[in-house]
Protein backbone atom coordinates (compact mmCIF):
# COMPACT_ATOMS: atom_id res chain seq x y z
CA UNK A 1 0.00 0.00 0.00
CA UNK A 2 3.26 2.53 0.91
CA UNK A 3 4.09 1.63 -2.86
CA UNK A 4 1.56 2.52 -4.35
CA UNK A 5 1.00 5.59 -2.86
CA UNK A 6 4.35 6.72 -3.50
CA UNK A 7 3.69 5.92 -6.98
CA UNK A 8 0.44 7.82 -7.11
CA UNK A 9 2.12 10.92 -5.42
CA UNK A 10 4.90 11.01 -8.29
CA UNK A 11 2.49 10.58 -11.04
CA UNK A 12 0.47 13.12 -9.30
CA UNK A 13 3.81 15.26 -9.64
CA UNK A 14 4.57 14.41 -13.34
CA UNK A 15 4.00 17.41 -15.31
CA UNK A 16 2.82 15.40 -18.15
CA UNK A 17 0.87 11.76 -17.68
CA UNK A 18 0.51 9.86 -20.89
CA UNK A 19 -2.26 7.56 -21.22
CA UNK A 20 -1.37 5.41 -24.57
CA UNK A 21 -3.91 3.49 -26.65
CA UNK A 22 -6.37 3.92 -23.45
CA UNK A 23 -9.22 1.11 -23.53
CA UNK A 24 -7.70 -1.68 -25.60
CA UNK A 25 -7.90 -4.30 -22.69
CA UNK A 26 -10.42 -4.41 -20.27
CA UNK A 27 -9.83 -2.76 -16.84
CA UNK A 28 -10.96 -4.17 -13.36
CA UNK A 29 -12.55 -2.15 -10.68
CA UNK A 30 -10.10 -1.63 -8.65
CA UNK A 31 -7.54 0.11 -11.56
CA UNK A 32 -10.86 2.45 -13.00
CA UNK A 33 -10.49 3.47 -8.98
CA UNK A 34 -7.28 4.13 -9.07
CA UNK A 35 -7.31 5.87 -12.54
CA UNK A 36 -10.27 8.15 -10.91
CA UNK A 37 -7.71 8.80 -7.81
CA UNK A 38 -5.19 9.67 -10.38
CA UNK A 39 -7.28 11.94 -12.58
CA UNK A 40 -8.13 13.40 -9.56
CA UNK A 41 -5.11 14.47 -8.04
CA UNK A 42 -3.83 15.69 -11.31
CA UNK A 43 -6.89 17.79 -12.16
CA UNK A 44 -6.25 21.76 -13.10
CA UNK A 45 -2.51 21.10 -11.75
CA UNK A 46 -1.41 19.10 -14.46
CA UNK A 47 -1.29 17.66 -18.11
CA UNK A 48 -2.87 14.27 -18.75
CA UNK A 49 -2.70 13.25 -22.53
CA UNK A 50 -4.97 10.08 -23.85
CA UNK A 51 -4.29 8.32 -26.76
CA UNK A 52 -7.35 6.31 -27.75
CA UNK A 53 -9.30 4.11 -30.77
CA UNK A 54 -12.18 4.20 -28.49
CA UNK A 55 -14.50 6.57 -29.10
CA UNK A 56 -15.25 9.15 -26.15
CA UNK A 57 -19.59 7.89 -26.22
CA UNK A 58 -18.14 4.16 -25.48
CA UNK A 59 -16.18 5.17 -22.31
CA UNK A 60 -19.16 4.78 -19.85
CA UNK A 61 -19.77 1.29 -21.15
CA UNK A 62 -15.79 0.06 -20.75
CA UNK A 63 -14.98 1.87 -17.70
CA UNK A 64 -18.46 -0.33 -15.87
CA UNK A 65 -19.94 1.76 -12.93
CA UNK A 66 -21.00 4.87 -14.27
CA UNK A 67 -20.78 7.15 -11.13
CA UNK A 68 -16.86 6.42 -11.38
CA UNK A 69 -16.95 6.50 -15.47
CA UNK A 70 -18.70 10.24 -14.77
CA UNK A 71 -16.30 10.81 -12.33
CA UNK A 72 -13.15 10.20 -14.82
CA UNK A 73 -14.53 11.70 -17.61
CA UNK A 74 -15.91 14.89 -16.06
CA UNK A 75 -12.13 15.23 -14.96
CA UNK A 76 -10.65 14.15 -18.32
CA UNK A 77 -13.29 16.60 -20.06
CA UNK A 78 -13.30 20.00 -18.53
CA UNK A 79 -10.68 22.34 -20.28
CA UNK A 80 -9.64 19.81 -22.61
CA UNK A 81 -8.92 19.33 -26.50
CA UNK A 82 -9.80 17.03 -28.32
CA UNK A 83 -7.80 15.97 -31.11
CA UNK A 84 -9.42 13.53 -33.69
CA UNK A 85 -7.97 11.99 -36.69
CA UNK A 86 -9.63 10.36 -39.67
CA UNK A 87 -8.36 7.94 -42.30
CA UNK A 88 -5.99 4.94 -42.58
CA UNK A 89 -3.44 4.45 -39.71
CA UNK A 90 0.13 4.97 -41.15
CA UNK A 91 0.96 2.04 -40.33
CA UNK A 92 -1.08 0.20 -43.46
CA UNK A 93 1.27 2.79 -45.82
CA UNK A 94 4.09 1.06 -45.32
CA UNK A 95 6.44 -0.51 -48.30
CA UNK A 96 7.85 -3.72 -48.58
CA UNK A 97 11.44 -2.11 -47.96
CA UNK A 98 9.78 -0.99 -44.52
CA UNK A 99 9.79 2.80 -46.34
CA UNK A 100 6.88 5.13 -45.76
CA UNK A 101 4.87 5.38 -48.77
CA UNK A 102 4.33 8.87 -48.27
CA UNK A 103 2.18 11.48 -46.63
CA UNK A 104 -1.37 10.58 -45.04
CA UNK A 105 -4.32 11.65 -46.71
CA UNK A 106 -6.02 11.72 -43.10
CA UNK A 107 -8.11 14.88 -41.80
CA UNK A 108 -7.16 16.27 -38.51
CA UNK A 109 -9.96 17.60 -36.69
CA UNK A 110 -9.19 20.14 -33.24
CA UNK A 111 -11.67 20.56 -31.04
CA UNK A 112 -12.55 22.55 -27.99
CA UNK A 113 -14.35 20.02 -24.87
CA UNK A 114 -16.14 18.63 -27.87
CA UNK A 115 -17.64 15.81 -25.79
Known amino acids: MQRRS ?8 ADLLVLDDFGLAPLSDETVRDLLEILD ?3 D ?3 T ?3 S ?7 HAYLG ?10 RVVHNSYRLVLKGES ?6 VGNKSAGPSKAKNHLTRNDF
Not at 6 to 13: H, I, N, S
Not at 53 to 59: G, K, M, N, V
Not at 65 to 74: Q, W
Open 6 to 13: ALFRQLAK
Open 41 to 43: DRY
Open 45 to 47: RRS
Open 49 to 51: LIT
Open 53 to 59: QLPIDQW
Open 65 to 74: DRTVADAILD
Open 90 to 95: MRRHKT
